[in-house]
């Protein structure tokens, strides 16, 4: 959002926009493919209006440099969440790591539903951020299972990049590629990170050549491990061609040295391979690598960097998020930020927050990148925020059609209005689940992604609202019909003595 001049006493102001058609005053960026139609624009800004325009260098497109976006996506238990436990952890967000099933009871902090720290597993999107070596990051955690797949559809549309996390043991999975066709959907730059190399079975390399194969990426490897498994002691990195150990109990103590004697035959032909791969789309590149000239690290790095961004590349990183052993210190991936036109009046916004999973800090005022809350606006999820300055809106979101049903009614007739106020509300947040009334039966129908997805539903019924519900299938009223043609001749005879009398039917 752009700053506009503060008067004596600052105030929230929120604008909306219902336009019937969007038109575009540049061409699309090729880094997003804009989908026009009906539309609803918001806007927020705090001060006054009236200056909005006589701002020529927006005090926010500095910053817009030093800041990313970036969501974590996989199948479920790759190590999205223990991996964005263990960043927040190290740029001094959080001052305690506890796991995703600890035994304290507590829970990793991006799990902050207590359905999420029973079962596991994430089940919605969690916005944090935090600040390394100069950058404000961005970090949205979204959920690994398919049940709660549109989670991920509504993060990718606002990210400038992402992680992609792999199992060194699993490889690629399901929902692996699931989330990656999304990513490719909404043409989002990301990077790969093989997981849990310190578990049995773990290899790096087969997991690479999946990517290759099975996700059809173009990409390689920036760094090494030293060693596998229970041997797993830190990594090289082919950039820098330097070596990270990682000392103490869980990693947290990182130390730089030169790469081993046994590894340089290795590290050199993955460094080769890295630089020839990256050349294929990076014509710089490709042209020192032809000409033999030797090349730096900045340069490799510089072009990385640039066939990342332009989606011709995926750097895969590799590491521990249990052991604290990853080293994520290239430069991150970033897209242009896009915004949608806004006119008419504007209203009062009571609180602006930012989000840390489930706790807020309240801000003043918020620009362009950032992520944010709002109180007392009558929006909904899809909604775009600008400063009204450009005509674009955010992509439409792809939403699955439900694959199951189930019937629920409340075991008490006075919980009707809490029943209806919690199907309402869950509709409103999450577009894959469904609720409608058969006409026929009376009852009432959800329905969404899985068994998983309805039981989480039902159970948020009982513990936020106080509901108890029963659910069961759905009724099916069966009817016969005539379906098609068929031959007869019925001979009746009836004989009651004398005479006898019969009918024949013929058709």
């Given at each position: 959002m752009a700053r506009f001049s503060r008067s004596t006493a600052p105030r929230l102001l929120y604008r909306f926009y219902v336009s019937p058609k969007a038109t575009l005053s540049s061409p699309p960026s090729p880094t997003s493919a804009l989908l026009l139609g009906n539309f609803e624009v918001r806007q927020f800004s705090t001060g006054n209006l009236a200056r909005?325009?006589?701002?020529?260098?927006?005090?926010?497109?500095?910053?817009?440099?030093?800041?990313r976006n970036i969501g974590i996506s996989a199948h479920i238990d790759s190590g999205k969440t223990t991996l964005t436990e263990r960043i927040l952890y190290y740029t001094g967000r959080i001052h305690e790591i506890h796991e995703v099933r600890g035994k304290d009871g507590v829970g990793a902090k991006m799990d902050s539903m207590d359905l999420e720290r029973e079962k596991g597993i994430t089940i919605q999107s969690a916005a944090t951020y935090c600040t390394w070596n100069g950058y404000q990051i961005n970090i949205i955690d979204t959920p690994g299972h398919v049940d709660f797949t549109i989670e991920v559809e509504r993060a990718l549309r606002?990210?400038?990049?992402?992680?992609?996390?792999?199992?060194?043991?699993?490889?690629?999975?399901?929902?692996?590629?699931?989330?990656?066709?999304?990513?490719?959907?909404?043409?989002?730059?990301?990077?790969?990170?093989?997981?849990?190399?310190?578990?049995?079975?773990?290899?790096?390399?087969?997991?690479l050549n999946q990517a290759r194969s099975k996700l059809r990426h173009h990409s390689a490897a920036v760094q090494v491990p030293i060693g596998l498994e229970e041997d797993f002691q830190g990594l090289v990195d082919l950039v820098k061609l330097k070596a990270y150990y990682f000392h103490g109990s869980s990693g947290e103590k990182v130390v730089t040295a030169e790469i081993p004697a046994n590894m340089e035959t290795l590290v050199a032909e993955k460094r080769h391979e890295l630089i020839e791969i990256v050349s294929e789309v990076d014509d710089k590149l490709a042209e020192a690598f032809l000409s033999d000239e030797p090349i730096s690290s900045a340069d490799l790095e510089e072009a990385i960097r640039r066939a990342t961004v332009a989606r011709k590349f995926i750097p895969v990183f590799m590491g521990s998020a249990f052991k604290n052993k990853t080293s994520f210190n290239h430069a991150l991936v970033i897209l242009p930020f896009l915004g949608c036109r806004a006119y008419s009046h504007c209203w009062?916004?009571?609180?602006?927050?930012?989000?840390?999973?489930?706790?807020m800090e309240d801000i003043q005022e918020a620009h362009a990148g950032q992520i944010v809350a709002v109180f007392g606006v009558d929006c909904a999820s899809g909604d775009t925020f600008t400063n009204g300055s450009v005509r674009y809106t955010?992509?439409?979101?792809?939403?699955?059609?439900?694959?199951?049903?189930?019937?629920?009614?409340?075991?008490?007739?006075?919980?009707?209005?809490?029943?209806?106020?919690?199907l309402n509300r869950f509709q409103r947040e999450d577009p894959t689940f469904r609720v409608g009334l058969d006409p026929e039966s009376g009852q009432t129908i959800i329905s969404g992604m899985g068994e998983l997805h309805l039981d989480i539903y039902v159970e948020r019924i009982r513990r936020e609202y106080k509901v108890e519900a029963t659910v069961g299938?759905?009724?099916?009223?069966?009817?016969?019909?005539?379906?098609?043609?068929?031959?007869?001749?019925?001979?009746?005879?009836?004989?009651?003595?004398?005479?006898?009398?019969?009918?024949?039917?013929?058709?």
């Open positions: 909005a325009n006589e701002e020529k260098e927006p005090w926010w497109k500095e910053s817009m440099e030093k800041l606002v990210l400038d990049g992402a992680i992609l996390v792999l199992c060194s043991v699993g490889g690629v999975q399901s929902q692996s590629i699931t989330v990656d066709r999304q990513m490719r959907r909404y043409e989002v730059p990301r990077v790969a990170f093989i997981n849990k190399l310190d578990r049995m079975g773990a290899d790096p390399w087969k997991v009062m916004v009571p609180r602006l927050v930012r989000m840390h999973s489930n706790e955010m992509t439409s979101m792809n939403v699955p059609e439900p694959v199951m049903s189930l019937a629920v009614q409340p075991v008490s007739k006075d919980s009707g209005g809490q029943f209806s106020k919690a299938k759905p009724r099916v009223n069966f009817r016969e019909t005539i379906t098609q043609r068929a031959e007869f001749d019925y001979l009746h005879k009836k004989q009651s003595g004398g005479q006898g009398q019969y009918g024949r039917v013929i058709g």
